[in-house]
């Protein structure tokens, strides 16, 4: 019997039958503590096979994102080979159209980096939260 049918078998347990004896103290500790360690493990068996089906939903999702993102960056080297193409269609060298697309990459990637830094310089502390921290330990001394 696995720990997750334990569970389900506690909850269509029998009924004790009523006797003139009261059960003792001790009985009634013991009866608990059973049936809290044996739901318990029912939680944890629970827990744990929802657990492994997100793992592996989550891992095939990972996979996928991952093979996209390659096929992505495949696009793109594609692209920037046609575009160096239409370029040389203008009678320039193919090593200077290849030069071209090569500068405005890095002209792209120079905008984003400044974007990036301007924006990470507004980015503050939680200022609030720091403020309401310092008054807790003030909230714990008796007032006067």
């Given at each position: 019997?696995?720990?997750?049918?334990?569970g389900t078998d506690?909850?269509?347990?029998?009924?004790?039958?009523?006797?003139?004896?009261?059960?003792?103290l001790g009985k009634?500790?013991?009866?608990?503590?059973?049936?809290?360690?044996?739901?318990?493990?029912?939680?944890?068996?629970?827990?744990?096979?929802?657990?492994?089906?997100?793992?592996?939903?989550?891992?095939?999702?990972?996979?996928?994102?991952?093979?996209?993102?390659?096929?992505?960056?495949?696009?793109?080297?594609?692209?920037?080979?046609?575009?160096?193409?239409?370029?040389?269609?203008?009678?320039?060298?193919?090593?200077?159209?290849?030069?071209?697309?090569?500068?405005?990459?890095?002209?792209?990637?120079?905008?984003?980096?400044?974007?990036?830094?301007?924006?990470?310089?507004?980015?503050?502390g939680p200022e609030?939260?720091?403020?309401?921290?310092?008054?807790?330990?003030?909230?714990?001394?008796?007032?006067?």
């Amino acid at each position: 019997m696995t720990s997750l049918e334990e569970g389900t078998d506690m909850a269509h347990r029998e009924p004790v039958p009523a006797t003139d004896e009261e059960p003792t103290l001790g009985k009634l500790v013991a009866d608990a503590s059973r049936d809290v360690s044996s739901l318990m493990r029912a939680e944890i068996a629970l827990a744990k096979s929802e657990l492994s089906v997100s793992i592996k939903t989550s891992g095939i999702a990972i996979a996928l994102f991952a093979v996209a993102g390659f096929l992505l960056l495949l696009a793109i080297i594609m692209v920037s080979v046609a575009i160096a193409y239409f370029i040389h269609m203008a009678e320039l060298d193919l090593a200077w159209c290849f030069l071209i697309v090569f500068g405005a990459y890095v002209l792209v990637a120079a905008l984003l980096g400044l974007v990036g830094y301007l924006r990470i310089r507004r980015v503050r502390g939680p200022e609030r939260a720091i403020a309401q921290a310092k008054q807790i330990p003030s909230a714990f001394k008796p007032s006067a």
